[in-house]
């Protein structure tokens, strides 16, 4: 069974934000792990999305090989069409797949992420869906099933199409979702280079060179589009994910997602919660030769905090029970989380402190079987 008791900490009072404003046309700053919005300007206006829109393409794929429905040494047949429109001729981004030439998922998943592959992406949704627009089709729908209230797919690669349109808070959305659901897969967003065909191609984020704490996530450029990205960033345990989108040339777009980056970041306060080792509560141990055992963290549990969310923060605790000796020292029974407005922005184990042997009295163990029985533990 779980208990879980709540309380509120860290009651600092509200401060007022900073003013900020950014050069980007639509742009949307919010934190991963909670989902709470930090910023937002025009974030719910559906626009061309780019290459920002493979990423919906890629979280297909990303759920197709974790239900086993796709490998990722399977190999896939690069068609004329890809190479003619995804190709070197195209002009666009490509990772120079050779027609009729045989690649396999894993190597397209990272020409698509760390070179926006136009050809791989086309590849992809021809040999999984048997044409791109009925990809698209998948592509609807998943955005449906995420609840992307204000996204349209017409193709696999966010070349210029009417039907292509997304919010900058669609897109924030859908990274977290990959993030979130894909930690692993997630990591190839942070890879600085890929090379295919003998040809190498560095990984076109700019926050990946200079950023601290940037990991991801994926660019955007057509005329129509202007330039955007889709960028996050981790720092002192907190995730943020940013979108900025409609810029007029790759300085600003590199200048506007590092300032909205910034804005987050520099909001947070280091609070220190407990020390390695220190006793969180103590919680009852059932047919123990002692009766009570302390529940520690195992490492130091600090969390960064926004002058806003300060006030809103509550700890929960929870562990797992009835808790029947013998228990080992060590052993995670728990959790300890920090919320605001209900939603959880941090987390630590919580461990058994001590040993507890199970006692050798007959009376002392039935009748802690019968309050078992009882009160549930």
Request: with cysteine.
């Amino acid at each position: 069974m779980a208990f879980t008791c709540c309380f509120a900490c860290l009651q600092a009072g509200a401060q007022t934000l900073p003013p900020f404003d950014t050069a980007a046309k639509e742009a949307i700053l919010i934190d991963a792990k909670s989902d709470n919005v930090f910023f937002e300007k025009d974030a719910d206006t559906a626009v061309p999305p780019a290459s920002m829109s493979k990423l919906m393409t890629q979280a297909i794929i990303f759920d197709m090989l974790k239900k086993g429905e796709l490998k990722l040494d399977q190999e896939m047949i690069i068609s004329q069409d890809a190479w003619k429109r995804g190709g070197q001729g195209a002009g666009g981004s490509t990772m120079y797949a050779e027609v009729n030439s045989r690649v396999s998922v894993d190597n397209l998943l990272h020409g698509a992420i760390i070179q926006s592959a136009n050809d791989a992406c086309i590849a992809l949704a021809e040999n999984i869906a048997g044409s791109e627009p009925a990809f698209a089709q998948r592509m609807m729908v998943k955005a449906k099933e995420l609840g992307l209230t204000n996204s349209s797919f017409a193709n696999a690669t966010g070349l210029p199409d009417p039907g292509q349109k997304m919010s900058v808070r669609d897109l924030a959305t859908l990274a977290r979702y990959i993030i979130l659901n894909h930690p692993d897969d997630y990591k190839i967003y942070g890879t600085a280079d890929f090379t295919w065909n003998k040809i190498k191609q560095e990984n076109r984020n700019p926050l990946l060179k200079d950023y601290p704490g940037a990991d991801g996530m994926k660019t955007g450029y057509t005329k129509e589009a202007g330039y955007g990205l889709v960028g996050s960033a981790v720092r002192d345990g907190r995730r943020l994910i940013m979108v900025v989108a409609g810029l007029d040339n790759l300085d600003k777009r590199k200048i506007e997602a590092q300032k909205l980056l910034d804005y987050g970041f520099n909001q947070f306060k280091s609070i220190s919660i407990y020390e390695a080792g220190e006793t969180v509560t103590r919680v009852r141990v059932w047919g123990g030769q002692e009766r009570w055992v302390n529940l520690v963290v195992p490492n130091a549990f600090k969390v960064s905090l926004a002058a806003f969310e300060q006030d809103k923060a509550d700890m929960k605790l929870s562990y797992t029970g009835p808790l029947i000796a013998p228990v080992k020292t060590g052993t995670e029974v728990g959790t300890l989380k920090i919320l605001v407005d209900g939603k959880a922005v941090a987390d630590a184990p919580l461990q058994v402190g001590a040993d507890v042997a199970a006692t050798s009295s007959m009376w002392h163990k039935a009748a802690d079987s019968a309050l078992i029985m009882i009160f549930g533990g």
